[in-house]
């Protein structure tokens, strides 16, 4: 398929199942598992009317989501304009390099200019080759290193 197959457009209902495949193996190319609970909540909350927390997906020809984004919107204590952060990015393996991240990532950036955000952000990590490639064609790698203390 060619970068111009694929549309954006916010999560539906009908989209639980393809996203809970592409939510799994978005997590399993981390290295992480999730309980089914948070599954659920998570879902629940993409399928709320709150501004501040939305998904996108990326479908084919067929309405089938082949790629995810998820988003928090923020207040900044930077800013008088809130920022957006996404929080996940994945697009199904067989179909990276070809547009669907990209695609994602320009939906999400005009969604924040509707919200008024000062600043979309996202983090990766290190190894992630592939989806740096991307990145590094459509924002500006910060100097900043990430620290985190679970509660």
């Not at 501004?51 to 984004?69: I, K, M, N």
């Not at 930077?78 to 996940?88: A, F, I, N, R, V």
């Not at 070809?98 to 320009?106: E, F, N, S």
């Amino acid at each position: 398929m060619t970068q111009s197959t694929y549309q954006v457009r916010t999560m539906k209902p009908g989209d639980h199942d393809t996203w809970h495949t592409l939510w799994t193996g978005y997590l399993s190319f981390y290295k992480s598992t999730l309980d089914n609970d948070i599954y659920a909540a998570t879902w629940e909350r993409l399928m709320s009317d709150d501004p501040h927390f939305g998904g996108f997906v990326a479908v084919d020809e067929t309405d089938t989501p082949v790629g995810l984004a998820h988003y928090i919107v923020h207040p900044s204590t930077w800013s008088p304009k809130p920022y957006c952060y996404l929080e996940d990015l994945y697009v199904r393996p067989d179909l990276r390099g070809g547009g669907v991240g990209h695609a994602l990532i320009d939906a999400l950036g005009e969604r924040t200019e509707e919200l008024g955000c000062a600043r979309l952000y996202w983090q990766t990590q290190e190894k992630n080759y592939k989806g740096r490639m991307l990145y590094d064609q459509v924002a500006e790698k910060t100097p900043f290193v990430v620290y985190e203390r679970w509660l």
